[in-house]
């Protein structure tokens, strides 16, 4: 099996040294790249191509949400776990605005990592799960317009609607509910809206609100 690999960028050693000691233990990751500031940190993503780079939110230079903007534009391929202190809600769109797939709070790292990385590696959005509880409760700055009056969603519209939230391609959303793509499209677009969502981060949104991005039990 080819290892998952990973780049980590935070600027506090022992942070570095505590997921290090983590990943080393694992045969199916491997740790391609290191660094502590911003800067050094897109060099080092754009020069190993890693599977996933974990930024921490917080850098010295300048902040892991503009690093994740910066790779998401150089290196697309690259996937994205933010790690953070901000246990807010709010923080959480913005993230994924900015192109991480997964926001992990460092106090859960340890237990919560490598599920992360296992779960942003097969294509899906990961929210750790002290997060996913609090933003699954409706809340004014999750609320969207139309929401309430833009009528219900079919089963098949709201099963298109939360794979894309969690993730998944039109053509992996084809493959899991045995339709095709065209019909993915128009579920998605009717879905979209009946809900006023005009985007993918709309999409994402709305599914945090309704806890599809919840980890399972």
Same mark, same amino acid.
């Given at each position: 099996?080819?290892?998952?690999?990973?780049?980590?960028?935070? !600027?506090?050693?022992?942070?570095?040294? /505590?997921?290090?000691?983590?990943?080393? /233990?694992?045969?199916?990751?491997?740790?391609?790249?290191?660094?502590? &500031?911003?800067?050094?940190?897109? +060099?080092?993503?754009? *020069?190993?191509?890693? !599977?996933?780079?974990?930024?921490?939110?917080?850098?010295?230079?300048?902040?892991?949400?503009?690093?994740?903007?910066?790779?998401?534009?150089?290196?697309?391929?690259? +996937?994205?776990?933010?790690?953070?202190?901000?246990?807010?809600?709010? $923080?959480?769109?913005?993230?994924?605005?900015? /192109?991480?797939?997964? $926001?992990?709070?460092?106090?859960?790292?340890?237990?919560?990592?490598?599920?992360?990385?296992?779960?942003?590696?097969?294509?899906?959005? $990961?929210? !750790?799960?002290?997060?996913?509880?609090?933003?699954?409760?409706?809340?004014?700055?999750?609320?969207?317009?139309?929401?309430?009056?833009?009528?219900?969603?079919?089963?098949?519209?709201?099963?298109? #609607?939360? #794979?894309?939230?969690?993730?998944?391609?039109?053509?992996?959303?084809?493959?899991?509910? *045995?339709?095709?793509?065209?019909?993915?499209? &128009?579920?998605?677009?009717?879905?979209?809206?009946?809900?006023?969502?005009?985007?993918?981060?709309?999409?994402?949104? $709305?599914?945090?609100?309704? /806890?599809?991005?919840?980890?399972?039990?």
């Amino acid at each position: 099996m080819t290892p998952i690999r990973i780049a980590l960028v935070d !600027d506090h050693p022992v942070v570095l040294a /505590g997921i290090r000691a983590l990943l080393q /233990g694992v045969p199916e990751v491997e740790l391609v790249g290191e660094a502590n &500031t911003g800067a050094a940190g897109l +060099k080092a993503i754009c *020069e190993c191509m890693p !599977d996933i780079a974990v930024i921490d939110l917080s850098l010295p230079d300048i902040s892991g949400m503009e690093l994740a903007r910066r790779v998401s534009r150089r290196c697309p391929e690259v +996937k994205i776990i933010a790690l953070t202190v901000h246990e807010d809600r709010a $923080y959480v769109h913005p993230v994924l605005e900015a /192109g991480a797939r997964g $926001y992990l709070l460092k106090r859960s790292a340890a237990e919560e990592l490598l599920r992360a990385i296992r779960a942003v590696n097969q294509g899906a959005i $990961y929210l !750790d799960p002290a997060i996913a509880e609090k933003a699954s409760m409706s809340a004014p700055e999750f609320a969207l317009a139309g929401d309430s009056e833009g009528g219900e969603l079919s089963r098949r519209e709201e099963d298109v #609607l939360k #794979l894309v939230a969690q993730g998944f391609s039109n053509k992996q959303i084809a493959g899991e509910l *045995e339709v095709s793509v065209k019909s993915v499209e &128009t579920y998605k677009a009717r879905a979209s809206e009946k809900k006023g969502l005009h985007s993918r981060a709309d999409i994402v949104r $709305y599914g945090i609100t309704r /806890g599809w991005l919840a980890a399972p039990n």
